[in-house]
């Protein structure tokens, strides 16, 4: 098992309590290494509980589970390319998001936590307020005001406090860390790196569902969690001797609010980030808290960001519809970035499709 510690001062995530930061420096918590995988142990449990030994939670008391995990992967041919769609958008709250959330959930359940607070655009606000009603958690959510109707209608459907805040993306970000600071429980989905090796088990399963490792995983990155869980799975894999070559790792961002892409291609990010609109909401993420992590995964593999324009997005959602994939446009952002990376990266090629087109309202 690896050890959650403070990037900065090295500090071990404390056994009570639940804090964000490091209380010592106010560092940023992570794992100090990736999952450690072990065939030997996996356990018959639904969905991807089957590798709870990966997970921070305690094995001998009650997790918290909606079935998540064990999504289909399709096979496609584009431009003679030989691509495969990983449809997360089929997990029961509509988004990547729940293999997170189940572990993040079961940890608060299992610490007797029984109110916390999350931001979010939508889907892991949706997510949260899913699993929290599962576990008989009240969750407080805080998102932009202007988020999608039919998240923020997910949210308070699950019985959650749906708190909207005026502003960019930041701002509630911003104001539910004022409520941490007043002594609340913080779930964030961003800065806990409990829910990161719930997300690696998503290369498990496309290893299992190929027979082999892929060439290329394409996804989208905010926070960077999606594909650093990804990345760090995939590496377990290796380590235990499941696969034998890693495949390379592409995120993808928009010319909105691109922090980590400016990050990787200048080596610096200017300040102010920019934070424009997008229809990308899931991406628009100033300051990713996961950004350099991932960024350090990616070049050890040989990997890439790439930025996608404004009015690319919806012409690559209907492309993905039109295939049958109905994404949101924050998924859709990967079908220009195949455009951009086909023949400059290995196959096969697995586009990650990370939330359902059904959490989005298009303006008439």
């Excluded at 064990?70 to 997360?88: G, H, S």
């Excluded at 039919?150 to 699950?158: G, L, N, S």
């Excluded at 990370?354 to 989005?360: E, M, N, P, V």
């Amino acid at each position: 098992m690896t050890e959650i510690r403070c990037q900065v001062c090295h500090t071990p995530y404390p056994p009570t309590g639940f804090p964000y930061l490091c209380p010592t420096c106010g560092g940023v918590f992570d794992h100090d290494g990736p999952p450690a995988l072990d065939p030997a142990r996996l356990e018959d449990l639904p969905g991807i509980w089957k590798y709870r030994h990966t997970f921070d939670v305690d094995p001998a008391r009650p997790f918290v589970t909606l079935g998540e995990g064990n999504t289909p992967l399709i096979e496609d041919r584009i431009w003679q390319d030989e691509v495969f769609y990983k449809l997360e958008s089929l997990n029961p709250t509509g988004s990547y998001k729940d293999r997170a959330t189940t572990v993040l959930a079961s940890v608060l359940y299992q610490r007797g936590i029984n109110d916390a607070v999350e931001d979010s655009s939508g889907n892991a606000g949706a997510s949260f307020a899913g699993y929290a009603a599962r576990a008989g958690i009240r969750a407080r959510i805080f998102v932009p005001a202007g988020a999608s109707g039919p998240k923020r209608r997910q949210i308070e459907m699950y019985g959650a406090d749906l708190v909207p805040v005026d502003g960019p993306r930041s701002a509630a970000a911003e104001a539910v860390r004022r409520e941490a600071a007043a002594g609340c429980a913080y779930a964030s989905h961003a800065y806990l790196p409990f829910g990161t090796p719930g997300i690696s088990t998503m290369a498990y399963e496309i290893c299992d569902q190929l027979k082999c490792a892929p060439g290329t995983i394409v996804a989208p990155v905010g926070h960077g969690s999606l594909l650093l869980g990804i990345g760090r799975g995939f590496l377990a894999l290796h380590r235990a001797g499941l696969i034998q070559e890693m495949p390379a790792l592409v995120g993808v961002q928009v010319t909105a609010c691109p922090p980590v892409y400016m990050r990787y291609s200048t080596g610096e990010v200017r300040d102010p980030i920019p934070e424009g609109a997008t229809l990308a909401e899931g991406v628009r993420v100033r300051t990713p808290v996961r950004g350099e992590a991932l960024i350090n995964v990616i070049q050890a593999n040989s990997g890439k960001i790439v930025v996608v324009e404004e009015d690319e997005i919806l012409p690559g959602r209907e492309a993905l519809a039109r295939r049958g994939f109905y994404v949101e446009p924050t998924s859709a952002i990967v079908w220009n970035a195949l455009e951009q990376v086909r023949d400059k990266f290995p196959p096969p090629l697995v586009l990650v499709l990370s939330g359902s087109g059904f959490k989005f309202l298009p303006a008439a």
